[in-house]
């Protein structure tokens, strides 16, 4: 099926330093989507994208976060600066379909740590 | 705000029992209940998926029940096989006229199917 890739799989980084967190989505897919999972924990919404802009955002979609996927290349997740509580799984997610989940697919995930 | 809840957390079957987990969800709005499913190391896939005009779903050995009234609704697993052996999320969303996409996520199950 289709197949939404992360990279990487895994990133190390320093607190305080920025990262990119990097998602090539399903080809024909238009709306994006990043999920945030603590070890542990279930995933939750962060941020989904359309045409260049911010839809919505959750809570935990920081100041420190920031999406774009410029010129239909990566849909990208910046944090800048990281924070040791940005420890988590990060998925990303793309659907054909706005008015339907049924289409969405996820990425396996890039698992940040933050030291 | 925990808006889906799921249980159990765990849980162990014999190969050829029904595995059962379940969900509950507050808000009323909520108009499209999946599962997924996750292999360690891969993406959350969908597994299985109902809207409230019905209270069953099936596919193949997955079966979804849903009660409205009690807003609750659980994964029944027949027959299970080693294979099935995964982390099963419930997630609920506003599908309709709502954002798509923009998935609640229960807390995780791990189901171990032993032969």
């Known amino acids: 099926g289709p197949k939404v890739l992360q990279i990487p799989s895994h990133q190390i980084i320093d607190m305080g330093q920025m990262v990119t967190l990097n998602c090539d989505p399903v080809?024909?897919?238009?709306?994006f989507y990043w999920y945030k999972q603590i070890l542990g924990q279930q995933m939750e919404f962060l941020v989904n994208?359309?045409?260049?802009?911010?839809?919505?955002k959750s809570k935990l979609f920081k100041d420190q976060f920031s999406v774009e996927r410029p010129d239909g290349s990566y849909f990208t997740l910046k944090i800048q600066p990281t924070a040791l509580e940005d420890s988590a799984v990060y998925f990303c997610?793309?659907?054909?379909?706005?008015?339907?989940?049924?289409?969405?697919?996820f990425g396996s995930g890039t698992r940040l740590t933050v030291l | 705000q925990q808006q889906v809840r799921q249980s159990p957390q765990s849980l162990t079957v014999w190969e050829g029992e029904t595995a059962i987990l379940n969900c509950s969800y507050e808000?009323?709005?909520?108009?499209?209940f999946p599962w997924y499913h996750q292999f360690p190391g891969e993406s959350p896939a969908l597994l299985i998926a109902?809207?409230?005009?019905?209270n069953k779903k099936e596919d193949g050995r997955f079966t979804i029940f849903f009660n409205k009234r009690e807003k609750k609704f659980s994964l029944h697993i027949a027959d299970s096989q080693p294979g099935d052996s995964a982390t099963y999320f419930c997630?609920?969303?506003?599908?309709?006229?709502?954002?798509?996409?923009?998935?609640?996520f229960g807390e995780g199950t791990q189901v171990t199917v032993i032969s």
């Open positions: 997610a793309s659907s054909s379909d706005w008015t339907s989940a049924e289409t969405l697919y």
């Open positions: 080809s024909n897919h238009l709306y």
């Open positions: 994208f359309y045409n260049g802009k911010v839809m919505e």
């Open positions: 808000d009323s709005t909520f108009d499209y």
């Open positions: 109902i809207r409230p005009v019905s």
């Open positions: 997630a609920a969303s506003e599908d309709t006229g709502g954002l798509s996409g923009k998935l609640t």
